[in-house]
């Protein structure tokens, strides 16, 4: 029962007379604070990729940004690893502010990094909120749910609740305020942000823990904890593979974002949406932010996206081997060390041509 913004019609009004430039509403991902202390307002004038409204969030809540920061990084690392076994692998989202195409059109690149950066701005709150960092909010509130045979409610859930309000806010912001962006991806934007925080939502799972004589497991406490964002990130992947190309058009008065190739039906809260079909990220186009997959490791042996078949496009790949050195034969000394030795073992790699 988190109320979790979906916000596509209300916001229309709002944004009557735009022109069609892309916003980058996520430019925020370039800020690189861990050194900032952050206890002192001039602190926010060292992140420019903020626009006004997440500026003004960041001088009245200064002991946020380091769970803003930690989002920024965590985006970055979790996006690159979801994506590593496809040909697009996030890896432009290191070039920011400066978004290649890939990120700055309505892709479904970009529905996904928004959607994944909109959750770890939330989920990166409302654990810090439980784990003491935050003198704004504590632990969250006890779930309203009777307790299951055997355990009762106890120890500190994630803040979710704090978490959405002030991630919606940092991560909305952009796209309510800034002058500069197109009405549909700005829509685009906000509706996938939603999609992000409703995973985070749904992965709020029951944790326990035992207590009890010699482990018995007599009392259990529980409480509601969010799964890591690794997790969402899959889950937001899947999304992905599955995300609805829209368009912008009048239904009924106002102009809303509707599927644009199948039957007339409102866009899904759950799905992801997108403005621009994507290259096939084959070959190097940078007009189009494909970075190709020449010179991509791909496996062999794989029937997946990361097969040498799918990543290179038909182009085949070479093989090379290469050495790898392991610790190897470890034994145990009493007492108290382990020796190994090294061990040389040779692998074989497979690149795109
Ligand atoms: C972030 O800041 C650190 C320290 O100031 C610097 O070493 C690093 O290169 C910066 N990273 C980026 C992506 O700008
Ligand atoms: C902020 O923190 C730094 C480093 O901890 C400290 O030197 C500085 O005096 C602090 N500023 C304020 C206004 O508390
Ligand atoms: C991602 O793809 C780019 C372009 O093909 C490549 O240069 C980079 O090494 C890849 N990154 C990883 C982690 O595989
Ligand atoms: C290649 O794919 C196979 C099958 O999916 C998997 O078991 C194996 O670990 C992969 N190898 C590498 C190096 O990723």
């Not at 007492?335 to 074989?348: A, G, H, I």
Request: include cysteine.
């Amino acid at each position: 029962n988190v109320l979790v913004s979906t916000v596509p019609q209300v916001l229309l009004a709002l944004f009557s007379n735009q022109t069609d430039i892309c916003p980058s509403g996520y430019k925020w991902l370039m800020v690189n604070g861990s050194k900032v202390a952050w206890n002192e307002t001039q602190h926010c004038k060292i992140l420019d990729g903020l626009v006004p409204d997440q500026l003004q969030l960041c001088r009245r809540n200064l002991e946020l940004m380091h769970s803003i920061v930690h989002a920024a990084k965590e985006t970055k690392g979790v996006c690159q690893k979801t994506f590593s076994d496809m040909r697009w692998n996030c890896s432009s989202i290191e070039y920011a502010p400066s978004f290649t195409p890939d990120l700055m059109k309505g892709t479904r690149e970009s529905a996904f990094v928004y959607a994944l950066a909109a959750a770890a701005v939330s989920h990166s709150i409302a654990r810090a909120c439980a784990s003491g960092e935050l003198p704004i909010c504590s632990c969250g509130s006890v779930p309203s749910e009777v307790p299951g045979p055997g355990f009762r409610w106890g120890g500190c859930g994630d803040n979710l609740r704090y978490g959405l309000q002030m991630g919606s806010a940092f991560a909305d912001g952009p796209m309510k305020s800034s002058k500069a962006g197109g009405q549909a991806t700005r829509l685009m934007n906000l509706h996938n942000n939603a999609v992000g925080r409703q995973v985070l939502t749904d992965s709020l799972e029951t944790k326990c823990k035992c207590h009890g004589v010699s482990g018995s497991c007599s009392v259990k406490t529980c409480w509601k904890g969010l799964q890591d964002l690794s997790e969402i990130a899959t889950d937001l992947k899947s999304k992905y593979l599955a995300a609805t190309k829209v368009t912008h058009r009048h239904m009924g008065t106002r102009k809303q974002l509707v599927p644009k190739e199948l039957d007339i039906r409102p866009v899904r809260e759950a799905e992801l949406v997108y403005l621009v079909s994507s290259p096939d990220y084959c070959t190097k186009n940078p007009k189009l932010g494909s970075l190709g997959t020449q010179d991509r490791q791909c496996n062999k042996t794989s029937v997946g996206s990361d097969s040498c078949n799918l990543m290179c496009c038909g182009r085949g790949y070479n093989a090379y081997t290469e050495s790898v050195v392991e610790r190897c034969q470890c034994k145990y000394y009493w007492c108290c060390y382990v020796m190994c030795k090294k061990c040389q073992r040779t692998v074989e790699r497979y690149v795109c041509k």
